[in-house]
């Protein structure tokens, strides 16, 4: 499984950001799909993922970026979206696209989010 990330890049504060993940798979395979992201000196923490088949999706954020950020998927085209709005520098990291099947964890390349103040 390939996951391949992009969309990162410098923003101010208060900018928005999308990122894209596209896998080589159809993702409706995969239990879950989202997005994680490490600061310096942190550990990797989830900010959102979805779960669900074609007819319904559960949508799941870490507290600190609901009404924030927006997870979305386009199941034609294999591809994870993260809608980043009201960015502020604390959520700078780099960020890493996540697949789920199982206990099998596939991730991406990781892409660098960085917000200035």
């Known amino acids: 499984v390939q996951l391949q990330a992009s969309g990162g890049g410098l923003v101010q504060a208060g900018g928005s950001l999308r990122l894209s993940c596209a896998a080589n798979?159809?993702?409706?395979?995969?239990?879950?799909v989202g997005w994680y992201r490490q600061a310096p000196g942190k550990q990797r923490e989830l900010v959102a993922d979805?779960?669900?088949?074609?007819?319904?999706?559960?949508?799941n954020y870490a507290d600190h970026v609901k009404g924030r950020f927006t997870i979305s998927r386009d199941v034609a085209k294999n591809t994870v979206y993260l809608q980043m709005n009201l960015l502020e520098p604390e959520d700078t990291a780099v960020y890493y696209c996540?697949?789920?099947?199982?206990?099998?964890?596939?991730w991406g390349q990781g892409t660098q989010v960085t917000v200035s103040s």
């Open positions: 996540n697949a789920q099947q199982g206990r099998l964890n596939f």
């Open positions: 798979r159809h993702i409706l395979t995969f239990n879950h």
């Open positions: 979805i779960s669900g088949g074609r007819a319904y999706s559960n949508y």
